[in-house]
């Protein structure tokens, strides 16, 4: 009876994706035409440069940019030049936040590809952080990932219209999530992409993040590696899962039962419910066909370190902003202060505190071991000398063979010398002089 429920539980969902999850034309109205969308490769140092100044994706800092989408998170349809239904660009909107960069100015090289590229997203409710996060990473597609496309998953009558409006307007996919009769599984939506036959390759993150040039950076090198799945790791707490429900991404062929396997997933709204889920149902058949990328755990995991340097700001791929635009403050300390292999590490990475201590402490440890290895050696050195008679520096004695190839590997001649002068120096006038009276 229960295989028989969830049997037609996934049949239902199925046949639900394949209508769209749309309401009238929400999400085609946002597609433009497929030439126009061409997936673009740029050289990372392109993406860098197309990321909005600094180290963070938004000039300043984005609490700027927050700030300004007072009428849309109220749900109030701002006005645009192009028409009250948000359809159209300018208008008041543009106007506060201003218009993202140009993809073709900051990729002068770039490659087209055919394929159909999507940053699938989760967005339900009207907290300012989820919604502003949701609009700022709509303008950010175009110039951080160029050639892709941002799809969100929405609760319509939920979120706010305008924030609707905002994405659409910002050429993004807007899919609205008919939730009538459906357990609570809003972070699993984003996963859904997984199951579209017309995606090539996905990526699913986070609304409270931001796309940053790292992140592109490595996920073009996932896309050179043919790898079917990708994971990343950019900060300690990303060590305490296989994958993050953010940080990952595939291709059409990777998981295409993704529906079935929701469905015959106890899902619901708890926190990391939807983590356990990818490292319970998706981990077992990913983790051999996939391309990681990993700061901190790297040797755990088999994974490569990022090929873009992180900069003194401690941004990082999956980072968290708060509701003002501003990064998680706490989240940025803790890994200044952690220790990152030096494995994992990219050779022009920024030096943090964490890393300089664990440096520091690495040399202490190999000056410490290499006391003892001296002390051997020295002893091996005299051993060797009285067993076959050698005189360091001008005969072998009876020494075979292989007595001498030892005593090379020692140094011995150097040591022993060296070890002479100390006992010299002691021993003299010059190093101790007898106590006055």
């Not at 706010?160 to 939506?189: C, I, K, N, S, Y």
Request: hydrophobic share 40%.
């Amino acid at each position: 009876m229960a295989a028989d429920v969830t049997t037609r539980r996934a049949a239902a969902l199925a046949v639900v994706y394949a209508l769209g999850f749309i309401h009238g034309s929400s999400w085609s109205a946002a597609r433009p035409p497929r030439d126009a969308t061409a997936p673009v490769d740029m050289e990372p140092a392109a993406a860098e440069r197309a990321s909005a100044g600094g180290a963070w994706p938004c000039a300043g800092g984005d609490g700027a940019c927050a700030h300004a989408h007072a009428d849309d998170l109220r749900g109030e349809q701002p006005a645009r030049a192009g028409g009250g239904d948000g359809s159209g660009g300018g208008g008041e909107w543009d106007q506060a936040i201003g218009p993202a960069a140009a993809a073709d100015d900051a990729a002068p090289r770039a490659r087209r590809s055919s394929e159909k590229r999507v940053i699938a997203y989760s967005l339900y409710g009207d907290k300012r952080k989820y919604c502003a996060g949701a609009l700022r990473n709509a303008e950010l597609v175009g110039s951080v990932f160029p050639g892709w496309v941002a799809r969100f998953y929405v609760d319509a009558r939920t979120v706010p219209a305008g924030v609707l409006a905002g994405l659409r307007a910002r050429g993004a996919e807007v899919v609205e999530v008919d939730t009538h009769g459906m357990r609570a599984q809003h972070m699993f939506w984003r996963f859904w992409v997984a199951a579209d036959g017309t995606v090539d390759r996905f990526i699913c993150r986070d609304v409270d993040s931001r796309l940053l040039a790292r992140d592109y950076a490595a996920v073009r090198e996932w896309i050179s590696s043919g790898a079917r799945f990708h994971f990343e790791r950019d900060h300690p707490s990303h060590s305490n899962y296989p994958i993050s429900g953010g940080l990952w991404g595939g291709t059409r062929h990777a998981a295409p039962d993704m529906l079935e396997l929701i469905a015959a997933y106890p899902t619901d709204a708890n926190y990391l419910s939807d983590m356990n889920f990818l490292n319970e149902r998706i981990w077992p058949r990913a983790q051999h066909a996939s391309l990681q990328h990993d700061a901190f755990s790297c040797e755990q995991f088999g994974a490569r370190p990022f090929p873009l340097a992180r900069s003194a700001a401690g941004e990082h791929v999956g980072q968290v902003f708060e509701e003002d635009g501003r990064p998680r403050q706490a989240d940025v300390q803790l890994l200044l202060d952690a220790s990152a292999p030096a494995a994992c590490r990219h050779p022009d990475d920024a030096p943090t505190p964490g890393n300089r201590r664990a440096d520091a402490a690495a040399v202490a440890g190999r000056s410490a071991q290499r006391a003892p290895m001296r002390l051997h050696a020295r002893g091996r050195c005299r051993e060797l000398q009285e067993r076959h008679a050698i005189v360091p520096g001008s005969s072998w004695g009876d020494a075979p063979p292989s007595a001498q190839a030892e005593w090379a590997s020692f140094k011995c001649d150097a040591a022993l010398a060296a070890a002479a002068a100390r006992a010299s120096a002691l021993t003299s006038g010059d190093a101790v002089r007898a106590p006055q009276r």
